[in-house]
């Protein structure tokens, strides 16, 4: 049995914990996927920071609007009673704490809920902040989705942040490829164990003491 999900199921099994009647923005790059998995039936209304209200999954082949797009530049559709404002507005919504969830990529979140995932402040890296810092303070929950382990093998769950911050003490819950942890006063909790991973080994993994799922 395999230690690992894939992105496909991780954006599925975030799907099924947002909950009917929430307003979610999900951020650029894997986060889109949870729009394609969200449960049938229940009506959960996608925000887009480019100005959409009511954004529907990806677009089959061949039936892509090129004016219609999300903050990503992705092709999107857009669901019966969407709403269209201007950028300004869409960035009140995030502010203004009208956004019950975001789900967000991560570089690094540490063990109190700071999340850093706009740069790692590298030499000549280029800075992509966005809308991430507004929607991380403005969200009532922010979820982070995310490969637990960096390609050199590193944990991105960390007790301290060592990169830039996006947001601090700002993180709720954080989806990774190999089990869901959330966030408490005491730190990383774990939630939800993928395959053969238990809270000795993602311990190991991740250097940090977990608290076992409840």
């Given at each position: 049995m395999s230690t690992r999900i894939s992105r496909q199921e991780l954006a599925q099994r975030i799907a099924a914990d947002i909950p009917e009647g929430a307003y979610v923005n999900l951020g650029i790059g894997a986060p889109t996927l949870v729009a394609n998995y969200l449960p049938e039936g229940l009506e959960i209304i996608l925000h887009t920071e480019n100005g959409l209200l009511g954004m529907g999954p990806a677009p089959a082949e061949g039936m892509i609007d090129p004016d219609l797009i999300n903050a990503g530049k992705q092709p999107v559709t857009a669901l019966p009673g969407a709403a269209y404002f201007h950028h300004a507005d869409s960035f009140g919504m995030m502010r203004g704490g009208h956004l019950d969830v975001c789900?967000?990529?991560?570089?690094?979140?540490?063990?109190?809920?700071?999340?850093?995932?706009?740069?790692?402040?590298?030499?000549?890296?280029i800075p992509a902040v966005g809308g991430a810092m507004d929607l991380a303070i403005g969200a009532k929950d922010v979820y982070v989705m995310t490969d637990l382990l960096t390609k050199q093998g590193e944990s991105k769950l960390v007790e301290a942040c060592t990169y830039p911050l996006t947001?601090?003490?700002?993180?709720?819950?954080?989806?990774?490829?190999?089990?869901?942890?959330?966030?408490?006063?005491?730190?990383?909790?774990?939630?939800?164990?993928?395959?053969?991973?238990?809270?000795?080994?993602?311990?190991?993994?991740?250097?940090?003491?977990?608290a076992p799922a409840r």
């Open positions: 789900v967000l990529g991560a570089f690094q979140v540490s063990q109190s809920g700071d999340l850093a995932n706009w740069s790692t402040g590298a030499p000549g890296a947001g601090v003490g700002c993180v709720s819950r954080v989806y990774t490829d190999h089990a869901v942890f959330d966030v408490t006063p005491d730190g990383f909790a774990l939630r939800e164990a993928f395959g053969e991973n238990t809270v000795e080994s993602l311990q190991e993994l991740t250097g940090l003491r977990l």
